[in-house]
């Protein structure tokens, strides 16, 4: 479940129980008298909320994934429905009227505790039995019926610290069978109204890999890998970006690399930075296979292209060397844990549940993939 879907329903349900008691506090005499609600203290809340704690970090703690010992990245909307069952729980505890009878509030006691049990349960106790798959996206198409992934709105994906003092890094590996025709095939973007961040290819020089993104006082930034490396090979494809110059480069912010190599690099550190400060103002949300081209309610999707994309992270930190390296080489393990882990997508199975919502490692965000997809199955030692 969507997280921040959750927090809405919970406010909604707030929102509508603190009108009825508007209404129901106006006297028949007159209307012009208003008694707020008493707040109960009651011992039943102090469980509910000691509850709702030890769910949240439970489900923040653990591990999500395919392996015995993690649970599967489903079984975190048990938490979610729970805790959001549990604060509704609450909020009737306070404020209904009549109040629940003593054995209700003990049966929302117990469905708390019940919630943290069967989530519990399903941790594997064996590795899960998965069907190796790529993801094949015909991203060729515009208009009102475009085929892409979307990741959801998060300040996540963009913000990355305080103003002059961000630090991140975007990885993944892409394969580009057939360009969607445009001057611009983009691969993964946050990127409106000269904020946030794209990564992609652009018709220029015979093609080029490139990554643009907003700048204080309205700048921009773009540097490119020229040439563009071919289409229908893998490619890893790695923008590693601080404020402050980066790992073992202080002098330098930012980093392009292609399969573990430096490709190019910008300097500037101290005198321009990245930022994503008008993301309020915006209201899409992060693409891969194309990009809304601008805020408003036209929903103008373009520059998709067809093709494969895999192993998708976002660390909330600057990557060095020898990280990208490892990642390029697959041994750099990623588990979902890592406290500068944003949020990552794998797209190497096929998902044992609905094959268009894709949870990431983190159990923080989910993936849809709209349009026309496939997951195409891989070969033992393919």
């Known amino acids: 479940m969507n997280t921040k879907y ?40 102090d469980q509910l909320d000691a509850l709702i704690t030890e769910m949240g970090a439970l489900q923040k703690s653990s591990e ?11 079984s975190r909307a048990i938490l979610t429905d729970a805790i959001d069952n549990a604060n509704r729980d609450v909020l009737l505890i306070k404020y209904q009227n009549p109040a629940p009878s003593e054995s209700e509030k003990q049966r929302y006691v117990a469905e708390s505790g019940a919630a943290i049990e069967k989530f519990k349960g399903t941790i594997r106790t064996e590795d899960a039995e998965t069907i190796p798959a790529e993801l094949f996206v015909d991203g060729r198409g515009s208009g009102t019926s475009p085929s892409y992934i979307d990741f959801g709105r998060s300040e996540d994906f963009v913000k990355f610290g305080e103003q002059n003092n961000q630090a991140f890094t975007i990885e993944f590996w892409v394969k580009v069978t057939q360009a969607g025709g445009k001057d611009q095939n983009v691969f993964l973007s946050t990127y409106m109204s000269g904020n946030g961040w794209m990564m992609y290819w ?23 890998i020229k040439p563009a490396p071919k289409d229908g090979e893998w490619w890893h494809f790695v923008f590693a970006y601080s404020d402050q110059g980066l790992p073992g480069a202080p002098d330098l912010r930012a980093k392009l690399y292609i399969n573990g190599e430096v490709k190019t690099t910008e300097g500037s550190v101290g005198g321009r930075f990245y930022t994503a ?106």
């Open 277 to 382: 400060s008008n993301f309020a103002n915006n209201n899409k949300p992060m693409t891969a296979f194309g990009r809304y081209m601008r805020t408003g309610d036209d929903n103008l999707f373009e520059e998709g292209f067809a093709g494969y994309m895999k192993n998708i992270r976002i660390w909330k930190s600057a990557k060095d060397d020898a990280y990208i390296r490892k990642s390029y080489g697959g041994t750099a393990e990623v588990t979902g844990r890592e406290a500068d882990l944003v949020a990552a997508w794998n797209f190497t199975s096929k998902p044992s549940g609905s094959t268009n919502e894709v949870l990431d490692l983190t159990g923080r965000h989910t993936a849809k993939i709209v349009g026309t997809y496939k997951w195409e199955r891989v070969a033992d030692g393919q």
């Open 64 to 74: 999500y994934g395919e392996k015995k010992g993690q649970y599967p990245v489903e």
């Open 6 to 45: 959750s927090i809405w329903k919970m406010w909604c349900y707030a929102l509508c129980m603190i009108f009825t008691l508007h209404l129901a506090a106006c006297s028949e005499e007159g209307h012009d008298k208003y008694t707020a609600a008493v707040e109960i203290d009651d011992a039943y809340i």
């Open 202 to 224: 652009r018709n220029a020089d015979g093609g080029i890999y490139r990554t643009t993104w907003g700048e204080a006082n309205n700048g921009i930034c773009e540097p490119a």
